[in-house]
Structure formats: structure tokens, C-alpha cells
Nanobody, 119 residues
């Protein structure tokens, strides 16, 4: 079994900051890319940021300059530092990891953590 557990969500005022964490555990061989996605009410899930195993990052235009994704490979953990938060950043944030488990390669998702930014 593989589990991705997110933490760090909450309620914050516009202009504030939050730091999300996502730890992968279980029968993991190796982890390739990791990322954060979000889903606002009534909208489709969208990419926020991704990071490769080598540390190459990619961001949605809407969060560039405000969010920073990083990872600790020794801990199988990915982080999302969110600054200058806006009400439009509100949503459920999901962690994703592409990983090897035994001889199988696949994508796994966490259960999501709520981020609410008040104006």
C-alpha cells in the first residue's frame, strides 16, 4: 500500500502565508515527479506546481513568484510554500506522486487539504 498524507491547510487572510506538506509512505521503490494540484468549488482540478526527482520545478502562471515547491527525497516529502495568498487560491489542495512500487509505475493522490483565503 502507498499513502500520501497532506497537512498544513487552513484559513488565512489575503496576503498571508501557509506551508503545505505531503509525505509518501508504504511499499515505495522510488519516487519520480511530485506535485500539487488544487480544485476550487465548481471547477476542475488544476496544476499548481510540480517538481522532478532532480529538482526541476514548474508552476502555474497564477502562482509564479508567490508559491515555492520543494522536496526532501530522504523523507519522501514534498512541500508547497504559499505566500501573498489571494482569495482565488481557495480550494482543496491535492498532492500527487509518480512512483515505482515493486515492478509497477503509477500515480498516487493524497486525500486533499482545504485552503481558504478570506478577503
Amino acid at each position: 500500500q502507498v499513502q500520501l498524507v497532506e497537512s498544513g491547510g487552513g484559513l488565512v487572510q489575503a496576503g498571508g502565508s501557509l506551508r503545505l506538506s505531503c509525505a509518501a509512505s508504504g511499499s515505495i521503490g522510488s519516487i519520480d515527479g511530485m506535485g500539487w494540484y488544487r480544485q476550487a468549488p465548481g471547477k476542475q482540478r488544476e496544476l499548481v506546481a510540480t517538481i522532478t526527482g532532480g529538482g526541476v520545478t514548474n508552476y502555474a502562471d497564477s502562482v509564479k513568484g508567490r508559491f515555492t515547491i520543494s522536496r526532501d527525497n530522504a523523507k519522501n516529502t514534498v512541500y508547497l510554500e504559499m505566500n501573498s495568498l489571494k482569495p482565488e487560491d481557495t480550494g482543496v489542495y491535492y498532492c500527487n506522486a509518480d512512483l515505482w512500487r515493486a515492478a509497477t509505475y503509477g500515480g498516487y493522490w493524497g486525500q486533499g487539504t482545504q485552503v481558504t483565503v478570506s478577503s
